[in-house]
T-cell receptor, first 115, second 113 residues
Framework: NAGVMQNPRHLVRRRGQEARLRCSPMKGHSHVYWYRQLPEEGLKFMVY????????ESGMPKERFSAEFPKEGPSILRIQQVVRGDSAAYFC?????????????FGPGTRLTVT | GNSVTQMEGPVTLSEEAFLTINCTYT??????LFWYVQYPGEGLQLLLKATKADDKGSNKGFEATYRKETTSFHLEKGSVQVSDSAVYFCALSPGASGNQFYFGTGTSLTVIP
């Protein structure tokens, strides 16, 4: 059973370009979470999605960032007009509801560098 | 609110030394607590977890006990190996009051032969 897949693993963008990060959850998982890890910091929650629905986007910056999890295909985190401060590791996690305790399985991350 | 405070690193130990990484939390409700490990260039792997007070999580020689009275979940290992060198994250899941995880800032551990 493959784990959570993320691609690309490394992404370099110039300021002003768009970055698209992809996440395929574990087989059978229908919940996806995106986290951002800035250098020397822990992971910060960004958004929680189920298929075709955004459940909680309280951690998403108000501008330039968007996320989707379509009925078919991977979840996409999209960053428009990237700036140097967007350089970070972006991690995706997936889970299947298990009562009140959701165990999240993490992907290897995408390391975004904005030059 | 919910938050996790983790012992700052980096920590350097000799092989076979005893390891403690402190973690305390604040939470509303009854959270689950987790330790994740991140090896260089990789994602986070679940190391152990505890879902209620006084539970002890254990895996690969690591242990942590969920202490509600001190709001702590300290990670311990009796004898570390070079292969344990990694960054360790303490995390909290609020459970019914939310689905996101709250992470500490991570503690980098280097074990030298």
């Amino acid at each position: 059973n493959a784990g959570v897949m993320q691609n690309p693993r490394h992404l370099v963008r110039r300021r002003g370009q768009e970055a698209r990060l992809r996440c395929s959850p574990m087989k059978g998982h229908s919940h996806v979470y995106w986290y951002r890890q800035l250098p020397e910091e822990g992971l910060k929650f960004m958004v929680y999605l189920q298929k075709e629905n955004i459940i909680d986007e309280s951690g998403m910056p108000k501008e330039r960032f968007s996320a989707e999890f379509p009925k078919e295909g991977p979840s996409i985190l999209r960053i428009q007009q990237v700036v140097r401060g967007d350089s970070a590791a972006y991690f995706c996690a997936s889970s299947e509801p298990q009562g009140e305790r959701h165990e999240q399985y993490f992907g290897p991350g995408t390391r975004l560098t904005v030059t | 609110g919910n938050s996790v405070t983790q012992m700052e690193g980096p920590v350097t130990l000799s092989e076979e030394a005893f390891l403690t990484i402190n973690c305390t939390y604040t939470a509303t409700g009854y959270p689950s607590l987790f330790w994740y490990v991140q090896y260089p260039g990789e994602g986070l792997q679940l190391l152990l977890k505890a879902t209620k007070a006084d539970d002890k999580g254990s895996n690969k020689g690591f242990e942590a006990t969920y202490r509600k009275e001190t709001t702590s979940f300290h990670l311990e290992k009796g004898s570390v190996q070079v292969s344990d060198s990694a960054v360790y994250f303490c995390a909290l899941s609020p459970g019914a009051s939310g689905n996101q995880f709250y992470f500490g800032t991570g503690t980098s551990l280097t074990v030298i032969p």
